[in-house]
């Protein structure tokens, strides 16, 4: 068709003199803004790393962290894996990055929330931060392996129990109040599931759901059955109890993952770009994701909330609010900035 556009070079040329400006400016006064805000109290926060996945070059990593209270990105470090030794230390830098921005704007940090690494653990042990563990990790954890048991012969009760330690890894978490008693429910599923509701751990002597009489012996795990030792053996593992202790009661970073998604339509991971443009895309997926992450659910005309039924791989179904549209009012800031702060003072 012969139409004229413009070229990659002149487009990386404006970029690199107005737009990438324009977005670390917004950035940054918005940063400034929200950790002025958070000075005034102690904060809950969860990081997580988003490297890219086996197959691709982990060259960079970028680390968010996100205030747990309102679901919003306060922090967004891009490393680089020749700078910390190789990229199984870049979420620590990460991380490290990060609480250095907060004590130096004066946000005290009340706890942080990660997925488990023996770095991030020591890392936060030696600062004196406490650290809790995101519950989806350990009950993925557990669930492949309960998976792989139910194939086994003999074991077929096992998958039927699946879906029930996983809530049980929740409930537990979100109705302790410490450790121990956290460690004490777990514990408990082992009697509950040949039936027995009684418990000789003081925290947790007897299990909360009503008393029902079932005829069906089949749904129950037998005492000292192939099944039961090899479910034992993955629930009370020395490790996975130590976990369980560390589960955090109140706050998940399930929205940390959403970010990543966002993030990762920003920055794909098959286009290459320098890291000062890497960086900006990040800061832009993070305005996006804090302009849209309070979006309230859609009614319908009989006054009902609206859902949306979706079917993942591994069979099942579940049901997720359906949302208002987002917005891009970041984008028209950005724009009034280009042209009242950048071009007048490049």
């Not at 404006?14 to 670390?24: D, E, H, T, W």
């Not at 960079?60 to 700078?83: H, K, P």
């Not at 751990?201 to 192939?226: A, E, I, T």
């Amino acid at each position: 068709m012969h139409l004229q556009n413009m070229s990659y070079k002149a487009f990386q040329k404006l970029s690199n003199s107005y737009l990438q400006p324009a977005v670390i400016h917004k950035w940054q006064q918005y940063q400034e803004e929200q950790l002025r805000i958070l000075s005034q109290k102690r904060v809950k926060v969860g990081g997580d790393m988003r490297a890219d996945s086996a197959g691709h070059s982990a060259k960079y990593g970028s680390y968010s962290l996100m205030n747990l209270e309102n679901n919003s990105i306060i922090d967004v470090q891009l490393v680089q894996n020749s700078e910390v030794g190789g990229s199984h230390n870049m979420e620590k830098e990460g991380l490290s990055r990060s609480l250095r921005l907060l004590e130096s704007k004066g946000v005290a940090v009340d706890y942080v929330v990660t997925d488990y690494r023996p770095q991030i653990q020591n890392f936060l042990q030696e600062k004196k931060i406490t650290h809790y563990y995101d519950v989806w990790r350990l009950e993925k954890s557990i669930s492949k392996k309960l998976a792989k048991v139910a194939k086994d012969k003999d074991c077929e009760v096992v998958k039927k129990w699946q879906c029930g330690i996983s809530n049980h890894a929740y409930w537990c978490a979100a109705s302790s109040s410490s450790g121990p008693e956290k460690v004490a429910k777990w514990t408990s599923m082992v009697n509950h599931m040949q039936d027995i509701h009684v418990h000789d751990n003081p925290l947790f002597p007897q299990c909360q759901h009503p008393v029902r009489l079932s005829s069906d012996r089949n749904k129950w795990f037998q005492p000292g059955s192939k099944a039961l030792f090899k479910v034992e053996k993955i629930l009370t593992n020395k490790k996975v109890l130590t976990d369980v202790a560390r589960l955090s009661s109140q706050y998940q970073t399930s929205f940390l993952d959403a970010f990543h998604s966002v993030a990762l339509r920003f920055t794909p991971r098959n286009v290459v770009v320098p890291p000062g443009e890497r960086l900006c895309r990040l800061y832009l997926a993070a305005m996006h994701f804090n302009e849209n992450s309070s979006r309230i659910q859609v009614g319908t005309t009989a006054g009902n909330w609206r859902n949306a039924t979706h079917f993942p791989k591994k069979g099942g179904h579940t049901l997720e609010p359906v949302k208002t549209p987002p917005t891009q009012r970041y984008v028209h800031n950005l724009i009034s900035d280009v042209f009242e702060e950048i071009v007048p003072h490049p």
